[in-house]
């Protein structure tokens, strides 16, 4: 299905059945007289629920670590796209993620039969919804039948889904967003001092192999050869966050004159346009180099380790250099 079709479906099926729901959720409520309470006694399986944003599920690394520490024995269970699934192979303290598949109506019915039915089996005592806008995700908190949903609220654009949460937490633009995650944790009793720094990224040794020959392919010198990574593109519901290609062009060609290599980062679907900002710069072809699609995550992550600095709008490739330490400019 098309991102707009989703957020069409979210914005007008899903509000309604968050406001018809509403009225059931407190009478059943008062009707079973569920045990709120958050103890380190009585938390044995924890879901946390983040679908869109790779960038966003890194940035949930300290509220997940902060989880693991404070509930040691619980059940980590994460909740996202299939889409994201390669990036799993590459976090910690997750004991086990389920998956949506949105690819069709018919999968997006199917997948959540079965998400639903695997969150009723584990008897979840947290789920956190990381989403802010999404009918969505409050609504698969409220069918996991959780004994506590905690989710975010922001003003009148989210009243909507508010009312099916047992426990809320005001989403602060002002701050960054791991932040955000991690103060929803308090509300589970993690410790005040938990750190914001995000769990570094694993790197897959095998990964890093063929990233390395991919990569002399490109620079069959690279040993010796400095080499930057730019990355142009951005998320489709935010193109506007693209920086114009006569700026890189001049960024590029400084960096050019100074010796480095450039090379263009993105996905598969990605690569024609960045295929036209390297056209720009055909008379130094020898420096500049179009690499999206040419690694696989695991191997996009090795190479990325091994940059000289990013050169980044806000994306997930940002977020991913975050959480490996590779010096970033990111344009806003």
Request: proline share 2%; hydrophobic share 45%; glycine share 4%.
């Amino acid at each position: 299905m098309r991102l707009r079709t989703k957020v069409f479906i979210d914005h007008t099926l899903g509000k309604l059945l968050c406001y018809s729901l509403f009225p059931l959720v407190r009478i059943v409520g008062i009707l079973l007289r569920r045990d709120h309470s958050i103890r380190h006694d009585n938390v044995n399986s924890i879901a946390v629920a983040k679908y869109y944003g790779m960038g966003s599920i890194v940035h949930s690394t300290p509220m997940l670590r902060a989880l693991r520490e404070k509930y040691p024995y619980a059940k980590l269970i994460f909740i996202t796209r299939k889409n994201n699934k390669s990036l799993f192979s590459h976090l910690e303290h997750i004991d086990e993620v389920f998956f949506v598949d949105d690819s069709s109506l018919l999968s997006l019915i199917s997948s959540n039969i079965k998400l639903v039915t695997q969150l009723i089996n584990n008897r979840i005592d947290l789920f956190f919804d990381l989403e802010l806008f999404s009918a969505y995700g409050a609504l698969i908190s409220l069918l996991s039948f959780s004994r506590n949903r905690i989710g975010f609220a922001s003003g009148l654009r989210t009243d909507f889904k508010t009312l099916l949460y047992t426990h809320l937490m005001y989403f602060n633009f002002q701050m960054p967003v791991r932040m955000c995650y991690l103060q929803m944790a308090r509300i589970a009793n993690v410790s005040a001092d938990a750190s914001l720094t995000l769990v570094k990224l694993k790197i897959q040794q095998a990964a890093k192999k063929k990233a390395q020959i991919k990569l002399a392919e490109i620079l069959p010198n690279n040993e010796s050869v400095n080499f930057l990574a730019f990355n142009i593109n951005a998320t489709e519901v935010s193109l506007e966050r693209r920086w114009s290609f006569e700026n890189l062009e001049i960024v590029a060609r400084y960096f050019a004159e100074k010796g480095y290599h450039i090379l263009f980062v993105g996905s598969a679907d990605e690569r024609s346009y960045v295929q036209r900002a390297v056209d720009k710069l055909d008379d130094i072809s020898e420096l500049v180099h179009n690499v999206a699609g040419l690694f696989s995550l695991a191997e996009f992550l090795a190479f990325l380790k091994e940059c000289s600095a990013l050169l980044t709008t806000d994306s997930g490739i940002m977020n991913f250099a975050y959480a490996l330490d590779v010096p970033t400019v990111s344009l806003w």
